[in-house]
């Protein structure tokens, strides 16, 4: 019985902390794909819009990026893809040629 | 009474010591695959993402999206019952065994591995990722063991 009551209390627990750390603004959605495009996640459509097609440090037009994506040092610039996958992205090398992530 | 039998039987006081902890690791084990489950459940876009750009089982990512965190909420339940106690330990071990192989795999094979981007766990790193997995491992199975011999010791 007492296994029983920690166990509930360990779902609960991790069910309160995965949604604390989930938690997310939800008036920006602009995330940091690549260190030179920055890219609008806009949730109606599911695609990443491009903001700028000039390369920069910051997000482009004065917006707030909590949710910078840190990038260790094993990690390719933006998101791998298989070639026949759907969701495209840019590549190491690529950056001069801004994209649009569309999905189907 | 309780003291006399402690004295006279001190396997009794072992053998309770290692019942507290086995609930701990029980405890534990709940914790980490209901966190994880969740996780994955509440941010599931991300997790779509990281699966499909992860290398060798992205062509598996539309089947796994849903088995994986489907498959720990079932496990952690299971563990919350004694009934269904042992099983789901060995769920979570074998579990947890495949996800530290994969890791291992990847590291040691894979030209890149796929950009973690969030999470608590996550934010380790891959090869510290891979650490982490293994210590559950390892205690997933001194729990399946401590089940085992307080099973005989009962019968």
Known sequence: ?104 | MKDYILKEFPEGKAAGQKTSISEFIVFLCILLFSYAAFSKLMDFANFRLQLGSSPYISNFAAVLVWLIPGTEILSAGMMVFSRSRKAGLYIFTTLMAAFTIYIAFMLSFSEHTPCICGGIISSLGWFYHMIFNLGFLLLGIEAIRNYRINNHHLN
């Open chain 1, 1 to 104: 019985m007492k296994t029983q009551l920690f166990g509930i209390a360990a779902i609960v627990l991790a069910f309160a902390g995965s949604a604390f750390t989930s938690a997310k603004p939800a008036e920006n959605n602009a995330k940091r794909v690549d260190p030179y495009y920055w890219y609008y996640n806009n949730p109606t459509t599911d695609t990443y819009e491009l903001l700028s097609s000039t390369p920069s440090e910051n997000p482009p037009g004065g917006v707030s990026c909590p949710a910078v994506i840190t990038l260790p040092e094993n990690c390719l610039k933006g998101f791998f893809v298989d070639p026949g996958a759907t969701n495209a992205a840019t590549n190491p090398g690529d950056e001069n040629i801004p994209r649009q992530i569309t999905t189907p």
